[in-house]
């Protein structure tokens, strides 16, 4: 049987991890509607509805193994935001589609880090059950936006990450960078399944391991 505590966990976890990745997806739509791509708003999907984002594997299926199966890290996705990239490239060149591919990590670090300075300050004050619940929320935002920045920089297709290195490579005529991305790009969910599901993991979650460290 749950304990109290058990159930405040994961309902901060849930809410944590729906913030995280849901307001990820958000920010795609919104910094390439600001480069003149309104496919996302015209979608609705720029709508902070939880329920418009939802992706039944990666939103709730992914997270509820992980957590259940008592995985070092919980991550997931929601369903993506559509982008029309040629548009935002057109409008604002390639350092827009950069801006665009690296507009969810951004938030999600910008979130981690208001998560951790509000943390420290409840750390100063009188200690109460409402401070405790936002102390426990604070924390789990902290971790999971830290996680899923990091996941998403990773350099394998379709993550932001080699999204954001494909325009930087288009930007300074990278044409090498460039062709090793069109090579793997069909075997780059492959390559991230290996990574997850291997010792690679370590190595590659060793920066968000050490951001956490700081911000806690």
Known sequence: MLSELDIIKILATIVSLMIAIIGHEIMHGYVAYKYGDSTAKDAGRLSIN????????????????????????????????????????????????????????????????????????????????????????????????????VFNLWPFPPLDGSNALRFLAMQFHWQPVVNVLNKIEPV????????????????FFMPARWLINILL
């Not at 057109?90 to 827009?96: C, M, P, S």
């Not at 999600?108 to 929320?137: D, K, P, V």
């Open 188 to 203: 780059g969910m492959i390559l991230l399944i290996i990574v997850i599901a291997t010792p690679l993991s370590q190595w």
């Open 50 to 149: 939880p329920i418009v984002h939802v992706d039944p594997i990666g939103t709730i299926l992914v997270p509820a193994v992980l957590y259940i199966s008592g995985a070092p890290f919980l991550f997931g996705w929601a369903k993506p935001v559509p982008v029309n990239i040629q548009t935002v490239i057109y409008n604002g060149g390639y350092k827009a589609g950069i801006a665009v591919a690296l507009a969810g990590v951004t938030y999600n670090f910008i979130l981690a880090i208001a998560a951790s300075i509000l943390l420290g300050f409840l750390e100063t004050q009188q200690h109460s059950l409402g401070s405790a619940l936002l102390a426990i929320f604070l924390m789990y935002s902290v971790i999971y936006n830290i996680v899923l920045g």
